[in-house]
């Protein structure tokens, strides 16, 4: 719109220079003609109205205003002197808007920041509410008037601390994920039809595998010396547990709660057909069946017991995790390699397990 308005005041003010060596009487004429011409216009616009675009309006009001009222009612004009006049009205309280605008329209807006790190105390503390934050974000030194916390914490759709202090599975799982196991069984079939049972036990901070046993016969006495021996294994290691989640199976006896109830570990079920409620070790057992059990004829029992000896050594020792940024259970990610003659010279080798179901790569020693 400015750049139409400069043009239009530009080729206007030319035309004003032409009209200079007019004379009165050429102007007469040139009044009369433009008077025909818009007699013409109007004849052909019948009922409708002549639109003028907003640049427009503003040149005319601008031009059209210092004239009296009663020259303004003797020219031809397309619209009424009183629309003239309130264009020019218009254009006047723009103006005056614009020349009163304060430079800046209310308080700063919160450093980037800050707001992130509003977002952290929240979702690291469910049960703290606005207030709470705000105290903690004076306790360091920061600033900021309370409802502004408020307001950065509705804009993000964050509900009000009753509503989230509400303990959730989910937030269970991540609460308490460095103190939690998890146990299932898994079931195959051996070439010569008998049925096997896995049963495996995952920590869902550090996704250690335990594979406690296998056995075609899973009696509450089995079941229970597997208990024994998890207990004793976690004491030898020096793990801290306090929760074990497992599915509500019949194969799990009462001795099973029991034994770890006295270890201090607390036995949480799942609820019935959730097996999202034990995801972690549900996953496991996917990863198991596609890169093992589906991929190897397990003869009998023996077979299977090293083949998963295998297995959860690769699991434990290799195999990397996204969860855990790509590190292993009992592995760290090394330091990358940055050397650039290094990298000239890898020199990277394969090594096999269960005659190449499972491949692991390692730099040449």
Same mark, same amino acid.
């Given at each position: 719109?400015?750049?139409? =308005?400069?043009?239009?005041?530009?080729?206007?003010? /030319?035309?004003?220079?032409?009209?200079?060596?007019?004379?009165?009487?050429?102007?007469?004429?040139?009044?009369?003609?433009?008077?025909?011409?818009?007699?013409?216009?109007?004849?052909? =616009?019948?009922?409708?109205?002549?639109? /003028?675009?907003?640049?427009?309006?503003?040149?005319?009001?601008?031009?059209?205003?210092?004239?009296?009222?009663?020259?303004?009612?003797?020219?031809?004009?397309?619209?009424?002197?009183? *629309?003239?006049?309130?264009?020019?009205?218009?254009?006047?309280?723009?103006?005056?808007?614009?020349?009163?605008?304060?430079?800046?329209?209310?308080?700063? %807006?919160?450093?980037?920041?800050?707001?992130?790190?509003?977002?952290?105390?929240?979702?690291?503390?469910?049960?703290?509410?606005?207030?709470?934050?705000?105290?903690? =974000?004076?306790?360091?030194?920061?600033?900021?008037?309370?409802?502004?916390?408020?307001?950065?914490?509705?804009?993000?759709?964050?509900?009000?601390?009753?509503?989230?202090?509400?303990?959730?599975?989910?937030?269970?799982?991540?609460?308490?994920?460095?103190?939690?196991?998890?146990?299932? /069984?898994?079931?195959?079939?051996?070439?010569?039809?008998?049925?096997?049972?896995?049963?495996?036990?995952?920590?869902?901070?550090?996704?250690?595998?335990?594979?406690?046993?296998?056995?075609?016969?899973? *009696?509450?006495?089995?079941?229970?010396?597997?208990?024994?021996?998890?207990?004793?294994?976690?004491?030898?290691?020096?793990?801290?547990?306090?929760?074990?989640?497992?599915?509500?199976?019949?194969?799990?006896?009462?001795?099973?709660?029991?034994?770890?109830?006295?270890?201090?570990?607390?036995?949480?079920?799942?609820?019935?057909?959730?097996?999202?409620?034990?995801?972690?070790?549900?996953?496991?057992?996917?990863?198991?069946?596609?890169?093992?059990?589906?991929?190897?004829?397990?003869?009998?029992?023996?077979?299977?017991?090293?083949?998963?000896?295998?297995?959860?050594?690769?699991?434990?020792?290799?195999? %990397?995790?996204?969860?855990?940024?790509?590190?292993? %259970?009992?592995?760290?990610?090394?330091?990358?390699? *940055?050397?650039?003659?290094?990298?000239?010279?890898?020199?990277?080798?394969?090594?096999?397990?269960?005659?190449?179901?499972?491949?692991?790569?390692?730099?040449?020693?």
């Amino acid at each position: 719109m400015l750049l139409r =308005l400069a043009y239009l005041t530009v080729t206007n003010a /030319f035309a004003a220079l032409r009209l200079l060596p007019m004379s009165d009487r050429d102007k007469d004429v040139e009044i009369l003609a433009l008077r025909h011409q818009l007699t013409v216009l109007e004849r052909q =616009l019948g009922g409708d109205k002549a639109r /003028f675009a907003p640049q427009d309006r503003v040149f005319l009001a601008a031009l059209l205003a210092q004239l009296p009222r009663d020259v303004l009612g003797r020219l031809r004009l397309l619209v009424r002197p009183d *629309t003239v006049l309130r264009w020019h009205r218009d254009l006047m309280r723009q103006r005056h808007a614009r020349s009163c605008r304060p430079k800046r329209a209310g308080r700063p %807006p919160t450093v980037r920041s800050i707001r992130v790190l509003i977002l952290r105390l929240v979702r690291e503390n469910p049960s703290w509410g606005y207030r709470r934050v705000h105290g903690e =974000l004076a306790a360091l030194g920061i600033k900021i008037a309370a409802s502004t916390v408020w307001e950065i914490l509705k804009a993000e759709g964050i509900d009000p601390a009753p509503d989230r202090s509400v303990t959730t599975w989910a937030n269970f799982l991540r609460s308490q994920a460095d103190a939690l196991l998890a146990c299932d /069984f898994i079931e195959t079939v051996t070439l010569a039809g008998q049925r096997q049972y896995i049963l495996a036990v995952i920590e869902h901070a550090t996704r250690r595998i335990r594979i406690l046993g296998t056995t075609a016969h899973p *009696t509450a006495h089995w079941v229970s010396q597997a208990a024994r021996n998890l207990v004793m294994d976690l004491e030898d290691t020096g793990a801290t547990v306090s929760h074990l989640i497992r599915d509500r199976d019949a194969k799990f006896p009462a001795l099973f709660d029991q034994i770890l109830g006295d270890a201090g570990i607390q036995v949480v079920l799942c609820g019935i057909r959730v097996p999202r409620m034990n995801s972690i070790m549900e996953r496991w057992v996917q990863t198991c069946r596609r890169e093992l059990l589906d991929r190897t004829l397990i003869w009998n029992e023996r077979h299977l017991r090293q083949a998963l000896h295998e297995f959860e050594q690769h699991h434990n020792l290799h195999r %990397p995790h996204q969860a855990m940024n790509q590190a292993a %259970p009992l592995r760290a990610v090394p330091e990358p390699i *940055t050397d650039p003659r290094r990298i000239a010279r890898l020199d990277i080798r394969r090594h096999d397990r269960l005659g190449g179901v499972i491949h692991e790569y390692r730099h040449a020693s």
